[in-house]
């Protein structure tokens, strides 16, 4: 009973959340350039939870994540610009490509390991990008044009999917045998789970949520360009998952909002902001190397102030 | 005993490049045995192990478990198949809960999809409700109870070694291989841990082929012995066949003891 409990309290809570910043949207109290810095808060949580699955959750090292994020954005503007098809239809098929794409790219390249996977990964995404780059339908290197559609409601639901879909996997049998290949995939194997399958399912998954932020992300900026999704991008949403911690969702969150908040108000300092921006990350690995949560998530702390026994996130 | 064996290795081997690190490797297994594999450090005990277990696939000869060839089989479809295992090395899922250890080695027994589980529907909580409820009944067996929310590695060493028995038997082996289970124990815990062996194989009616450098736990357990030396198996009899056998006594003592251990025998 406790763990349902714990569920409608997520989704009031999340309810709540997006109706107070509704309102505030509504009223004219946050004004555009606010709430623009909340939905790609949202797009960064939504990149960050699906590579924490990737990386975090079944420990393998990919680095080619905004590779996914153009075939998500690229797919969805060329539905909704050229087909003239609805926007959650144009996401949805954004997410879908990106996860073949994912198959695609991961049946061959989970084989790999550590370093090894880390390099095909980013080679992969490169290529990807370069094969927009080269694709005059979508406009090559001057990018498209796309229409104004992201709204904060659409990136909620979302971002709401997201969390929702990551977590429940991560707790239940296909979660643990995710978490098992990161922890030994020796043993993991000897213990009768086909890590590859998993391997290839966790990097699918991760890869159709980047998808769809990919189609968030497009409909935010009124034009893609190729240059956008170089790997610079990948390492931005690598860097969410490592600071927040790896293995815990509650801490990419937290690390994409900060991490978001701090370079968008840096935008008013272009002469520094990388070097500040740098210095933030260099600070937090010195004194937190585990990143800002460590493998534990934000309800592990709640249960500390209830009792020893409510530490067990898994598998509840 | 029975006519037809458990498990049946048809002089198999395996070669990595030019080096044959184990050939012509023969062995019968009979249900409800209890089988030791000896022999001197790099004598290819492990590499065996990997053999059956599917971590190496032999370069020739035939491994079967009930009459079906595991040649060729990814270690994941062995286990599935009726064969788990414990490593020389620890290899427990450190940050996972020793509970969760467990249930991880029931994966393949649940059923429910992924898609059930994303969806929460109602069989991945019966399914999710079935594996907690066996796994905790079988860390009581194991009297690991107290810890079930305990990390892995928080665990001391005789612990993490009798969690990954516990680990490798709720996978619902037929064949469990022990791969050194002893090593790093003192003589509490190993007289502790032959107690253990003892009572899950007739709990579980186990069949146990275990790789030992104890001598005094290899001799008070097994009921065969294969001993294996440089790649090739130099005997196989009872503990006492063994022990007084000089090709055994010179694969681990050198020739020169062989022959005085043959001049004293007579006495």
Known sequence: ?316 | MGSNPLLKVQSAGIQFGGLKAVWDFNMEIHQGELVGLIGPNGAGKTTCFNLLTGVYVPTEGDISLEGQRLNGLAPYQVTRKGISRTFQNIRLFNELSVLDNVKVAYHSLAKHSIVSSIFRLPSHFSGEKEMEEKSIEFLKIFQLEPYLYEKAKNLPYGMQRRLEIARALAAGPKLLLLDEPAAGMNPQETHELMELIAFVREKFNLTILLIEHDMKLVMGICERIYVLDHGQLIADGTPNEIRNNPKVIEAYLGEEAAESHAESSPN
């Not at chain 1, 005059?136 to 992201?150: C, E, I, P, R």
């Open chain 1, 1 to 316: 009973m406790k763990k349902v409990k714990g569920f409608w309290i997520y989704v009031v809570l999340s309810v709540v959340i997006y109706g107070v910043v509704q309102l505030l949207i509504n009223g004219g109290i946050l004004n555009p350039f606010y709430a623009n810095t909340l939905i790609f808060i949202g797009i960064n949580i939504i990149l960050a939870v699906s590579l924490h699955l990737v990386i975090g959750i079944t420990g393998q090292f990919s680095i080619g994540h905004a590779g996914f994020l153009a075939v998500g954005a690229y797919i969805s503007a060329i539905i909704t610009m050229k087909f003239q098809l609805p926007f959650p239809l144009a996401l949805l098929a954004g997410g879908i490509v990106a996860a073949l794409a994912g198959l695609l790219v991961g049946i061959p390249s989970l084989r790999l390991k550590g370093d090894y996977l880390a390099i095909a990964t980013l080679g992969f995404g490169e290529i990807i990008r370069i094969v927009f780059l080269n694709i005059d339908y979508v406009g090559g290197a001057s990018g498209m044009q796309v229409t104004h559609l992201t709204t904060w409601t659409y990136t909620f639901i979302c971002l709401f999917i997201t969390i929702t879909v990551i977590t429940n996997f991560t707790n239940s049998r296909h979660g643990r045998a995710c978490i098992s290949v990161r922890e030994n995939e020796i043993a993991a194997d000897a213990m009768g789970i086909n890590t590859t399958y998993y391997k290839v399912v966790a990097f699918a998954l991760g890869s159709f949520f980047a998808g769809i932020a990919g189609g968030l992300f497009a409909h935010n900026f009124y034009i893609i360009q190729p240059g956008n999704f170089g790997f610079l991008k990948s390492f931005d949403i690598l860097i969410f998952v490592v600071l927040g911690g790896l293995g815990s969702l509650s801490g990419s969150v937290i690390a994409a909002i900060l991490l978001t908040v701090v370079s968008t108000f840096l935008q008013d300092y272009p002469e520094t902001r990388m070097i500040i921006y740098s210095v933030v990350l260099v600070l937090v690995m010195l004194y937190r190397p585990q990143g800002l949560m460590g493998t534990r998530e934000v309800t592990d702390l709640f249960g500390k102030w209830k009792g020893p026994k409510g530490g067990n996130s898994y598998g509840k």
